[in-house]
């Protein structure tokens, strides 16, 4: 197989990922515009939260006013390690 030969195969089994890659990019641009439109300001600045895991909070938690307090959101989402036994024997 000559180097011409070669060129020809690698873009024709490249063009369908190059295709999927930039299918991903324009995704990604929409989601950050949406969450840029639609989320409060305090959430899109909590340290360590980016557009797309806040657009994943407000989804999965919904109206949080449902919830007492900080505490029960994180029950709720399964952060809080919970112990359970009875006496001496661990029911994990």
Not at 13 to 35: G, H, N
Not at 61 to 67: E, H, Q, Y
Request: overall charge negative; hydrophobic content about 40%.
């Amino acid at each position: 197989m000559d180097t011409y030969e070669l060129t020809v195969a690698l873009k024709s089994f490249l063009s369908p990922l190059v295709s999927f890659t930039e299918s991903i990019e324009a995704l990604d641009k929409q989601m950050m515009d949406l969450a840029q439109e639609t989320l409060p300001r305090s959430l899109q600045e909590l340290p360590g939260v980016g557009p797309l895991t806040a657009l994943v909070l407000v989804h999965e938690l919904g109206d949080v006013r449902r919830f007492r307090n900080s505490g029960a959101v994180t029950c709720y989402a399964g952060l809080v390690p919970r112990i359970s036994q009875s006496a001496e024997k661990d029911l994990n």
